[in-house]
């Protein structure tokens, strides 16, 4: 257990991705005037927790092991791969989700299928990775400049 809590990559890693889905609460207060608990369970949302994870892990390996790593270039690979998919794949599944939806609900008047809805929170926009990224990059450089 005590290599874990010298593990600060891990740990950067985590704080970000545990921020971000705190962030979620107060930001989608602010856009709707609704406060929903709920959301720090729930992928999607401002800013993109998957964005903050993959970045603080990446520059948390550059910052206590050296930019020169191999594990660096694997992680920001590992991270293109990530925030495109946020933005990219699950964004349009999420997008695909809404309009399935609807037409389930079109059909439904007289509930001839199944009501079970999918989930159309999946992916991120753009400015929600850019958010996630964001604090990807603070969280592992205040808490480098913390313990180094």
């Known amino acids: ?15 970000a991705w545990q921020l971000a889905q705190l962030l979620k609460i107060p930001f989608h207060f602010w856009r709707t ?10 992928p999607g949302g401002m800013p993109s927790s998957h964005s903050a994870l993959m970045i603080s892990t990446s520059l948390g390996i550059a910052l206590f092991h050296g930019f020169d790593n191999p594990l660096f270039a694997l992680s920001v690979a590992i991270s293109m791969i990530v925030l ?7 964004r349009q599944a999420g997008m695909h989700a809404q309009k399935i939806n ?4 079109e059909l439904l008047q007289g509930h ?6 999918l989930k ?5 926009s753009p400015l929600e990775v ?14 480098w400049l913390l313990v180094r």
């Open 33 to 42: 005037q609704k406060i929903e608990w709920r959301l720090y369970f729930r």
């Open 84 to 90: 495109y998919d946020a933005a990219g794949v699950r």
């Open 1 to 15: 257990m005590s290599g874990l809590l010298h593990n600060h990559v891990l740990i950067a890693a985590l704080i």
């Open 130 to 143: 850019v958010g996630g990224t964001i604090l990807g990059i603070v969280v592992p450089l205040v808490y």
């Open 112 to 117: 001839p299928i199944s009501q079970e809805q």
């Open 102 to 105: 609807l037409i389930i609900e």
């Open 120 to 124: 159309e929170v999946l992916g991120h």
